[in-house]
């Protein structure tokens, strides 16, 4: 079955940056896209960025030339560098493909 594994999350002061990871089994990884996505307490869930299976990535505004998604197709793995944190971003992220969700990291900035 389809598994995605989150970690990498943590408590980071302002400024600074982080590394997530998601591991993906169960599923053809190098032909599917992922995402990230990102889940405040009461609120939606929306997208961080995507990833193509041919490595295009796309960003949500917020994030953009903060946040750096790539791929690891030899290790079924993809990953969310996170730069310049803000205390806005601290919230849950959450790994994404074709309808499944891993479990989710979570993420703080705070000093």
């Known amino acids: 079955q389809v598994q995605l594994v989150e970690s990498g999350g943590g408590l980071v002061q302002p400024g600074g940056s982080l590394r997530l990871s998601c591991a993906a089994s169960?599923?053809?990884?190098?032909?599917?896209?992922m995402a990230w996505y990102r889940q405040a307490p009461g609120k939606q869930r929306v997208m961080v960025g995507t990833i193509s299976a041919t490595g295009s990535p796309l960003y949500a505004y917020s994030v953009k030339g903060r946040f750096t998604i790539s791929r690891d197709n030899a290790k079924n793995t993809v990953h969310l560098q996170m730069n310049s944190l803000k205390p806005e971003d601290t919230t849950v992220y959450y790994c994404?493909?074709?309808?499944?969700w891993g479990q989710g990291t979570q993420v703080t900035v705070s000093s």
């Open positions: 169960g599923f053809t990884f190098s032909t599917s896209a």
């Open positions: 994404y493909t074709s309808g499944f």
